[in-house]
């Protein structure tokens, strides 16, 4: 059974006995019995809604805990996709660049090759053209000593 304060302000006892408490005294110790029970029902209840309060705040921690820790992971597994692709795509670049280097060199190489080749043609006609101008100054040589 529960008692409210309003049962304590309310409460009479049966009549006064031989040597028995003056009622004045019971009323005020019945008042002020319930005026305490009143006020500690009053901070009972202040601290029920604020534990309720609290417990609601702990909750709406606790899922911001949880989507924080859900942001988190997204973006570190973003943040390793994002290194991954950077990886590839640098592994790529180098690649590309060692194949154009490799052209280049042996562009390089296909043209040194040629000018070799026409500096070889060059010298023969050089020699040859040297040879045909000998003969032909031997051949005027000797047309002018035989006149003489």
Partial sequence: MNITPLDIQQQQFK???????????VDAFLQM????????????????????K?????EELSQ???????????????????????????????SEAELRGERIVAEAENRLLQLNS?????????????????SVLEAHLKMLTLEE
């Fill in 118 to 134: 026409q500096i070889h043609e060059v010298r023969r006609l050089k020699l040859q053209l040297e040879t045909n101008l000998k």
């Fill in 33 to 52: 019995v319930a005026a305490e029970m009143e006020s500690l029902i009053r901070e009972n209840t202040e601290l029920k809604e604020q534990a309720r």
């Fill in 64 to 94: 911001r805990e949880v989507t924080l820790r859900d942001t988190m992971l997204a973006a570190q597994k973003v943040t390793e996709e994002m290194k991954a692709n950077a990886q590839k795509e640098a592994k790529l670049v180098v």
């Fill in 54 to 58: 609290v417990a609601l705040h702990l």
């Fill in 15 to 25: 009549g006064k006995m031989l040597g028995g408490l003056d009622p004045h005294d």
